[in-house]
């Protein structure tokens, strides 16, 4: 029997708010989780990205160099580029839980994935796409229609593993080398401690309580 373990990503994921979308706890896992984060400073910032599966096998990890005009392009390209990669390491069946500290960009993924399933669905005051990240938006559109089910969590930049990759790509890049892997998540068994047990986070339970 294979040993099942919770992946640090996905701990992240259940314990964070997911923009536009209320969900009950049983709907909220994820197969591969993937954060990004990018980095901007004058002299050059960078892109991160990390992947894993829902039990903890990293999928890969990214950190480029990377020279944008502001911070809001540099999220933009960074998540374009995470979900480049997930799209081939993982099924077009797969369920995918993304993971960025950018208030507006983790609401317009959400915002996509509603209007994707509903085209009437259209929320008064979802932000706008930043200047200079349009054509990585409809990357990432083409991304999010690529995937069986995608929704984004909005987590803090000091937990954001991704983080490090895009402010130091000069520190990280030997994580560029890493073999290049397609894992999929071990079957799912509630009886060996899987997906069956709820985040304390997310549980049903009476308002007020």
Not at 57 to 67: C, F, G, N, T
Not at 142 to 158: E, H, K, Q, Y
Request: charged share 20%.
């Amino acid at each position: 029997m294979a040993a099942h373990r919770r992946s640090s990503l996905r701990n992240l994921f259940d314990q964070s708010p997911t923009p536009h979308i209320a969900h009950p706890p049983r709907t909220h896992h994820r197969q591969f989780y993937v954060a990004t984060d990018g980095s901007y400073r004058p002299d050059g910032g960078g892109l991160g990205a990390v992947i894993e599966t829902r039990d903890g096998v990293r999928v890969a990890r990214i950190s480029l160099p990377d020279v944008v005009p502001d911070n809001n392009v540099a999220e933009y390209r960074a998540l374009h580029l995470g979900l480049d990669v997930l799209a081939t390491r993982a099924p077009k069946t797969a369920s995918v839980g993304v993971l960025i500290d950018h208030d507006d960009l983790a609401a317009n993924v959400n915002a996509a994935t509603l209007s994707a399933a509903d085209p009437s669905w259209n929320p008064a005051g979802t932000p706008p796409i930043p200047s200079g990240s349009e054509n990585h938006w409809r990357g990432i559109l083409a991304r999010i229609s690529g995937f069986a089910d995608l929704r984004a969590a909005r987590i803090d930049s000091r937990e954001n593993p991704a983080h490090v990759l895009a402010n130091t790509p000069g520190e990280y890049a030997h994580v560029n080398r890493e073999p290049a892997r397609c894992v999929l998540p071990e079957p799912l068994d509630s009886a060996a401690g899987g997906d069956g047990v709820l985040p304390p986070s997310r549980t049903e339970r009476p308002a007020g309580d």
